[in-house]
C-alpha cells in the first residue's frame, strides 16, 4: 500500500516556539508539497519540491521555509509559530507526468497545529 | 473571485440517490482532480483527468474543456459517500505543478 506519513496528527506548541513537520513518502515520487487547510479557505500551497534540494514557493510562503535533503523527505519549518498559524498541515506526494509537471497526488492524513 | 467555482456548496441526498456535483473553472487547465475528505481524515484523489470521462466504481467524472466545467456523478449513493468532495485544476503555464482547489462540497448521503 503506497503511503505518506505524516509524523505528527496532533501538535500543540507555544508562539515563538520552532516547529518541525516531516512528511515521508514511499512511492520514490518526484514531487511532494506543504498545505495547509483552513475552513471557507480551502487548500493552500506553502512550499513545493520537485526534487531533491530543490524548492518553489507557493502562495502563501510567508513564514516557513522547507527542507528535502532526501527525496523521500520533505520538511516544513516554522520558524518562530505565531497563532495565525494555527491550522491543518497536509503533505502530499505525486510523479512528474507527460504534458503536466503534477501526476495524481497522495496526500497524508494532516497534522493539526495549534499555536497557543 | 476563485477561480474554481464548486456546486452545490451542501448536499444531503437519501441512501439510492443519484449526486451530482459540478465544478466550474475561468482558467486554461492541463488537468482537473477530483479530492475525497472524509471528516477528521486526510485526502484521498478519486480521479485526474484532461478530457473526457473516466469511471471507477459508482463514481464518473466527466469534463468538457471548451466549456470549463466537470462533474462528479455518484450512483446508488451510500453513507459511506458522506465526505467533502473538492475540485482542483492544474494550470497550462510555467507553473503547472500549482492546483488551484475550489471550497468543497460537503456530501451528506443520509440511510
Known amino acids: 500500500d503506497v503511503k505518506v506519513t505524516q509524523s505528527s496528527r496532533y501538535l500543540v506548541k507555544r508562539t515563538g516556539e520552532k516547529v518541525f513537520l516531516e512528511c515521508v513518502q514511499d512511492m520514490d515520487h518526484e514531487n511532494m508539497f506543504w498545505y495547509r487547510q483552513d475552513p471557507g479557505l480551502g487548500l493552500r500551497l506553502i512550499y513545493f519540491?520537485?526534487?531533491?534540494?530543490?524548492?518553489e514557493k507557493g502562495d502563501i510562503p510567508e513564514g516557513y521555509s522547507v527542507s528535502r535533503e532526501k527525496k523521500e523527505r520533505f520538511s516544513l519549518i516554522l520558524e518562530s509559530a505565531s497563532t495565525n498559524q494555527t491550522s491543518m498541515y497536509l503533505c502530499?506526494?505525486?510523479?512528474?507526468?507527460?504534458?503536466?509537471?503534477?501526476?495524481?497526488?497522495?496526500f497524508g492524513e494532516g497534522s493539526r497545529l495549534t499555536v497557543l | 473571485k476563485n477561480e474554481v467555482e464548486q456546486s452545490p456548496q451542501n448536499l444531503t441526498a437519501q441512501e439510492g440517490e443519484f449526486i451530482t456535483i459540478n465544478c466550474s473553472y475561468s482558467?486554461?487547465?492541463?488537468?482537473l482532480h477530483w479530492l475525497q475528505q472524509h471528516p477528521g481524515g486526510g485526502i484521498v484523489s478519486l480521479f485526474m483527468l484532461s478530457s473526457g470521462k473516466k469511471k471507477h466504481g459508482r463514481l464518473i467524472a466527466t469534463i468538457n474543456i471548451q466549456e470549463k466545467h466537470s462533474s462528479l456523478h455518484i450512483t446508488a449513493s451510500h453513507p459511506r459517500d458522506s465526505a467533502v468532495y473538492i475540485c482542483?485544476?492544474?494550470?497550462?503555464?510555467?507553473?503547472?505543478?500549482?492546483?488551484?482547489f475550489g471550497k468543497g462540497t460537503l456530501l451528506t448521503v443520509n440511510p
Open positions: 482558467v486554461g487547465i492541463s488537468a
Open positions: 482542483a485544476v492544474q494550470g497550462d503555464g510555467g507553473s503547472n505543478y500549482k492546483l488551484t
Open positions: 519540491s520537485y526534487d531533491v534540494k530543490m524548492k
Open positions: 502530499a506526494s505525486s510523479f512528474r507526468s507527460s504534458g503536466s509537471l503534477t501526476g495524481e497526488l497522495f
